[in-house]
């Protein structure tokens, strides 16, 4: 047994799951090649429990948008633990971080703090329930583990099964679940019960779908002609996809909105806000934590949004991002195999066959292989400001030799 294998089993008999995250659970299919515990990181790599370095293409499921360690956040965080980590009142630095915020985001007027993306989205719903005095929701993608959110969508085997989940089955009556760019489905529920639906929360580019531009748009005119709230979940997007936000990306302005993983750089904080008029419903509404005003984050977080906004941060992303999708592309070409970069730059993904079992298959010959060579290949590729083009030729290089197995194992690939 190695030390991974021994420290994940003492684990999963102090914790189910030996780990808190759904996506950190190891998958068996993998075992002996993807890394079962990291110890540290630095830049856009990551060491595991065996001493062995991975070049990173997890992020840490999205948080790490500057690279691990970035040294502005990590002084700026050095510098406010000299003060202290959480006081019995507000703190400047709450300020500090709500002004860039709102700097740097179109609409947003106002702005308030929690912990985790579930936490903001939570807050946004029950905020948009309160400000239109209506219950139904429509939701359109991942949005945590609330429970407005773990109902009124059937069985997702592993990630929602229904029965006994612990959530009311009242409540599927109060939600209506949308796929992205699913425009007829739009149409019909606001066509059913428009005039009841309190908001549409939803992600404004799900990265495992082409980016539909239609559907974002519509979802704000329906919205608004039926006052209903429109939030953006931008959980995953923030930060990442445009500095402004979806609404930057899309020319379409949310009623509210949330940031999370890369707002600070891999610190848990997360912010939601927009309106002012619907913001300050907060003075009736009580949604409050301990944490949210705890000062290292913040100061994090501050610090990532200075680099956000003073150097070309998702610039690089796009680029490195196209380098990658270039470089495997070409590669997969002169291979004759059927494989296909999908999603935007800033967090690819690699398509093989066509939709069917072989690709699937393939998908996992292709991992299995970067896994072994020191990749750590995840769906999507979420890069970050410290990949330089020299990694991405690295991981082109392994990626070659990845390929040239996919192909050795499977001919059906060929096109
Ligand atoms: C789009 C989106 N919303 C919400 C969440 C939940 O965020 P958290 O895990 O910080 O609670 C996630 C997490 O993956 C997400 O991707």
Request: aromatic share 10%; proline share 5%; charged share 25%.
């Amino acid at each position: 047994m190695t030390k991974s294998e021994r420290l994940f089993e003492e684990a999963s008999r102090l914790m189910p799951w030996g780990t808190q995250t759904n996506a950190k659970r190891p998958d068996a299919s993998f075992a002996g090649v993807m890394p079962l515990l990291i110890e540290r990181a630095l830049g856009c790599r990551i060491q595991d429990v065996e001493g062995r370095w991975y070049l990173d293409y997890r992020s840490a499921l999205g948080p790490i948008i500057l690279g691990y360690q970035h040294p502005t956040v990590a002084a700026a965080v050095r510098r406010q633990m000299e003060k202290g980590v959480l006081f019995s009142m507000a703190s400047p630095v709450e300020l500090d971080v709500a002004a860039s915020l709102v700097e740097l985001v179109p609409g947003l007027e106002q702005v308030r703090f929690m912990k985790t993306g579930n936490d903001a989205n939570n807050a946004c719903v029950r905020l948009a329930r309160a400000f239109t005095g209506r219950d139904h929701l429509v939701t359109c993608g991942y949005h945590g583990h609330g429970d407005w959110f773990s109902c009124g969508h059937g069985e997702v085997p592993g990630l929602f099964p229904r029965a006994g989940n612990g959530v009311p089955r009242l409540l599927d009556s109060l939600v209506t679940r949308l796929s992205y760019g699913d425009l007829t489905a739009t149409e019909q529920v606001f066509a059913r019960r428009g005039d009841e639906i309190a908001a549409v929360i939803m992600v404004p580019y799900d990265w495992g779908e082409p980016v539909a531009h239609d559907f974002v748009r519509r979802m704000r005119e329906l919205t608004q002609r039926h006052g209903a709230l429109l939030i953006f979940d931008e959980v995953l997007t923030g930060f990442r996809l445009a500095r402004g936000g979806a609404e930057e990306f899309f020319g379409v302005r949310p009623d509210l909105r949330t940031f999370a993983k890369a707002l600070a750089n891999g610190y848990p904080l997360s912010a939601y806000g927009g309106r002012r008029d619907v913001m300050e419903k907060l003075y009736d509404v009580i949604l409050t934590t301990t944490h949210a005003g705890e000062t290292l984050s913040l100061a994090a977080a501050g610090a990532t949004l200075q680099v956000l906004r003073d150097e070309p941060v998702i610039e690089h992303l796009w680029q490195m991002g196209e380098r990658l999708r270039d470089g495997f592309d070409a590669a997969a070409r002169e291979r004759g195999l059927k494989a296909r970069v999908f999603g935007l730059p800033p967090a690819v993904q690699f398509r093989f066959g066509e939709g069917d079992e072989a690709g699937d298959e393939a998908r996992h010959v292709f991992f299995r292989e970067l896994y072994r060579q020191g990749i750590f290949a995840a769906v999507p590729f979420l890069l970050n400001y410290a990949h330089q083009p020299a990694d991405i030729d690295e991981t082109l290089e392994a990626m070659r030799a990845a390929l040239d197995v996919v192909a050795g194992e499977m001919p059906a690939l060929a096109r």
